[in-house]
């Protein structure tokens, strides 16, 4: 949070947008098969044989989803390629190439695309996937980053929204609610921070949270898992915005109604001293806090043996009729309808 001022920075100005586009990607190496040409021609080109391709993209804006003056722009580059990348293993696929496109004003100086490239090549490199182009302009203001993410999947593999079936267990990855609380804590050693700078913070008992919030990662390892353990989810989403507004998509999309259980929610003991310490019910922020990138699936009632004890899953619930309707059962066993009050960018 202290900034260096005396540190020599380099405008953008001197090197020019090629020279930058150059600086930025020279370390970029191609790792796979399917990348026939990536930076440096009009349009990357890709050849994926027969299997089929997925294509997504999320747009990081300053101010909105992240604020640099807690977050690392080292961090913010990591992030920005994990939260793409949840949304390909959502689908049950392999990541292989990434875009980056980033829109910089000239209050930021070569060091700190430096840093947020490196947060972008570190995830390239533990993802095991190629930067195959992107785009470099100015912003009046902010820092704006947007990532698309390239993946292939076999026809038969690939795992969307609209499976999940009454009776089909409802199972989720890791724990919750960690990246929410661990954002309280930055926005409260910030506001500390403004009144009192020489203040040194102790984070020691914040550190999970704090890097689930900073350098959240993607599970990649889910989807080498399921296919090792040979199950295959009816239907499979990628927590961003909270286990309640996943739920119901999955619900939706499936034409389902579940039950999920308050005391089958995966809580990391941090979430819950943390939630004590700020006041907060930690099963609202399961549900409601979001930038989790667990995985959340439904699995046939045949598949529990091949996933019970695997202690990468968590069984919370079972899919319903959808005139059941979607309810959480509390741990005092009364029934409550769910509510999406996950993250939504057009509420304030
Ligand atoms: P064009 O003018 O045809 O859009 P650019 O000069 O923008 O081409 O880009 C040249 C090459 O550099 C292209 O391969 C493009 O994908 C890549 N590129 C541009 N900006 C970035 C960036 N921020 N990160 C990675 N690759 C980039
Ligand atoms: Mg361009």
Not at 231 to 238: A, G, L, N, R, Y
């Amino acid at each position: 949070m202290i900034e260096d001022k005396n540190q020599n920075k380099t405008p953008l100005s001197e090197l020019g947008e090629f020279g930058l586009i150059d600086h930025l990607t020279k370390g970029f190496k191609i790792k796979h098969a399917s990348t026939i040409k990536g930076i440096g021609d009009d349009a990357a080109v890709l050849d994926f044989k027969n299997e089929q391709i997925v294509v997504t993209t999320d747009m990081l804006v300053e101010g909105v989803h992240f604020d640099l003056s807690y977050m690392p722009l080292k961090h913010l580059g990591y992030k920005a390629m994990v939260v793409n990348l949840s949304d390909v293993y959502a689908m049950n696929a392999q990541a292989s190439q990434i875009t980056v496109s980033i829109a910089v004003s000239n209050r930021f100086p070569l060091e700190a695309l430096e840093a947020l490239y490196s947060g972008i090549e570190t995830a390239a490199n533990m993802y095991d996937v190629d930067v195959v182009g992107g785009d470099t302009t100015t912003s009046t203001a902010g820092l704006i980053i947007s990532i698309t993410a390239i993946g292939y999947v076999n026809s038969k593999e690939v795992i969307y929204r609209d499976g999940a079936k009454p009776d089909d267990l409802l199972v989720v990855t890791g724990d919750l609610g960690a990246a929410y609380m661990g954002l309280q804590v930055l926005e409260r050693e910030k506001e500390v921070f403004k009144v009192n700078p020489q203040n040194q913070p102790d984070l020691e008992s914040y550190t999970y949270i704090i890097e689930r919030q900073l350098k959240p990662e993607a599970r990649k390892d889910i989807v080498k898992l399921l296919k090792d353990l040979d199950v295959k989810p009816t239907s499979m989403i990628d927590i961003s915005d909270g286990l309640s507004s996943e739920i119901m998509h999955l619900c939706k999309h499936s034409n389902v109604g579940c039950d999920l259980y308050e005391n089958k929610i995966p809580l990391d003991p941090q979430v819950i001293s943390t939630c004590e310490e700020f006041n907060i019910d930690s099963t609202t922020v399961a549900l409601n806090g979001g930038e989790d990138y667990e995985l959340l699936f439904t699995v046939s009632q045949e598949d529990f043996t091949k996933i019970k004890a695997n202690p990468n899953f968590s069984i919370i619930g079972f899919m319903k009729e959808k005139s059941a309707g979607m309810h959480l059962i509390t741990r005092a066993e009364t029934s409550i309808p769910l509510k999406a009050q996950g993250w939504n960018s057009f509420n304030s």
